[in-house]
Nanobody, 115 residues
Framework: QVQLVESGGGLVQPGGSLRLSCAVS????????MGWYRQAPGKQRELVAT???????NYADSVKGRFTISRDNAKNTVYLQMNSLKPEDTAVYYC?????????WGQGTQVTVSS
């Protein structure tokens, strides 16, 4: 069974940075499209960023220029570098793996941006 384990969340002040990691337990990570999504209290889950198996990236307008998604196929891990964080970035961040015939979500990691 494939598992996604997120880490790196926490409390940070506005303007600060965090790096989220999502480790995947299976070796087909290299062919998967990976994504980061987030869900704030009372809101729907929304796309943050995705990266394809060919390293093509896509970002929500709200995070362009501040967040960077990347992947390390040797470590079966996808990262989300978050800079210039704002209070409105506060949410639970989820990692998502997509391969043909399967979509798998991680358990989420809390990011809180507050002074």
């Amino acid at each position: 069974q494939v598992q996604l384990v997120e880490s790196g969340g926490g409390l940070v002040q506005p303007g600060g940075s965090l790096r989220l990691s999502c480790a995947v337990s299976r070796s087909f990570f290299s062919i998967a499209t990976m994504g980061w999504y987030r869900q704030a209290p009372g809101k729907q889950r929304e796309l943050v960023a995705t990266i394809s198996s060919g390293d093509i990236t896509n970002y929500a307008d709200s995070v362009k220029g501040r967040f960077t998604i990347s992947r390390d196929n040797a470590k079966n891990t996808v990262y989300l570098q978050m800079n210039s964080l704002k209070p409105e970035d506060t949410a639970v961040y989820y990692c998502k793996l997509t391969v043909p015939l399967a979509v798998i979500w991680g358990q989420g990691t809390q990011v809180t941006v507050s002074s």
